[in-house]
């Protein structure tokens, strides 16, 4: 199982801005990365994802304030959000489909998430 390293988040004020990264060492390749999110009591659901050409997906709560970028050669990517809310206060999961060794069929794997909470 890949360990996902997951960095970023903690305690931000409303308006300002946070950056999540999320890695993947030891793999062949990345198919696609990114990241969820679950408040409390919600569902989790889709902030952000990349495949490795680059094609990204947002949320439409999120887009317009919300960039993910991928580092192929790191097995990284990152999402920087800007203008955030207490909207976005939750638990954010990194989620990656990747592919281990070149012989390896493709799997997933979710991060253990990190904490990110706006205050008002």
């Known amino acids: 199982q890949v360990q996902l390293v997951e960095s970023g988040g903690g305690l931000v004020q409303t308006g300002g801005s946070l950056r999540l990264s999320c890695e993947a060492p030891?793999?062949?390749?990345?198919?696609?990365m990114g990241w969820y999110r679950q408040a409390t009591g919600k569902q989790r659901e889709l902030v952000a994802t990349i495949t490795s050409d680059g094609t990204t997906n947002y949320a439409d709560s999120v887009k317009g304030r919300c960039t993910i970028s991928i580092d192929n050669a790191k097995k990284m990517v990152t999402l920087e959000m800007n203008t955030v809310e207490p909207e976005d206060t939750a638990v954010y999961y990194c989620?990656?489909?990747?592919?281990?060794?070149?012989?390896?069929?493709?799997?997933?794997?979710w991060g253990q998430g990190t904490q990110v909470t706006v205050s008002s």
């Open positions: 030891g793999i062949f390749r990345i198919n696609i």
């Open positions: 989620f990656a489909n990747i592919r281990r060794s070149p012989i390896a069929t493709n799997s997933q794997t």
